[in-house]
């Protein structure tokens, strides 16, 4: 079946502008997680929805970072006034349960490059 | 906290041989598991095997398995008869069970190259 679907692949934009980053899971995945990577690290919690609901959003660097997942299924994240420093790739994945020894299926990610 | 640790940044390997990649963990739960991906150039992260705590065998998957020590909190993936494709970053990741928290938490990998 499909995989975790993120778009765009790939997002320019200017220090300053508002982003949306958009993801679509695993049909029947309740839950999804952010992520996001930069050069040489591993992934970096953001938030973890199970369902429609923001379960822990503990990894959210400040309030210009927000999510939503208003069915349940697909979830967008959304960056306010952009900063370099917010350049990275933001992966997106989900899991069957969120349960313990459910594995994490990822997206290919959405590189964004603030300018 | 509990805490992921990857101490080898680079790895090198002969093809077809065998290759160890090595994993520490801390974690006060005793219900805990632990998961490696790999993350080709490519970029999207591939799930290759789960050991969990109460498990009595190391797990193994195809050319994949875990060298899981509880008593020294170690994990390490073992790759035998490694391909040139096998030539990606490694990441160890374990579920955060700290209470209010469900994230999964990663070590900074280990970038592995295969020689033909």
């Known amino acids: 079946g499909a995989g975790v679907s993120q778009t765009p692949s790939n997002k320019v934009t200017e220090k300053g502008k508002y982003v949306e980053l958009r993801c679509d899971p695993i049909s029947g995945h309740t839950a999804l997680y952010w992520y996001r990577q930069s050069l040489g690290q591993g992934p970096e919690f953001l938030i973890y929805?199970?369902?429609?609901?923001?379960?822990?959003d503990s990894g959210l660097p400040n309030d210009r970072f927000f999510a939503v997942r208003p069915e349940g299924s697909v979830s967008t994240l959304k960056i306010q006034r952009t900063e370099r420093g917010d350049s990275a790739v933001y992966l997106c994945?989900?899991?069957?349960?969120?349960?313990?020894?459910?594995?994490?299926?990822f997206g290919n990610g959405t590189r964004l490059t603030v300018t | 906290a509990q805490k992921i640790t990857q101490t080898q940044p680079g790895m090198f390997v002969q093809e077809k041989e065998a290759v160890t990649l090595d994993c520490t963990y801390d974690t006060s739960d005793p219900s805990y598991g632990l998961f490696w991906y790999k993350q080709p150039s490519s970029g999207e992260m591939i799930f290759l095997i789960y050991?969990?705590?109460?498990?009595?065998q190391n797990a193994t998957e195809g050319r994949y398995s875990l060298n899981f020590q509880k008593a020294r909190k170690s994990a390490n993936l073992v790759i035998s008869a490694s391909q040139l494709g096998d030539s990606a970053m490694y990441f160890c990741a374990m579920r955060d069970t700290t209470s209010g928290t469900y994230k999964y938490i990663f070590g900074t990998g280990t970038r592995l190259k295969v020689l033909a």
């Open positions: 929805f199970q369902g429609t609901g923001a379960a822990d």
């Open positions: 994945a989900s899991s069957l349960t969120g349960g313990g020894n459910s594995p994490l299926h």
């Open positions: 050991q969990g705590s109460y498990d009595q």
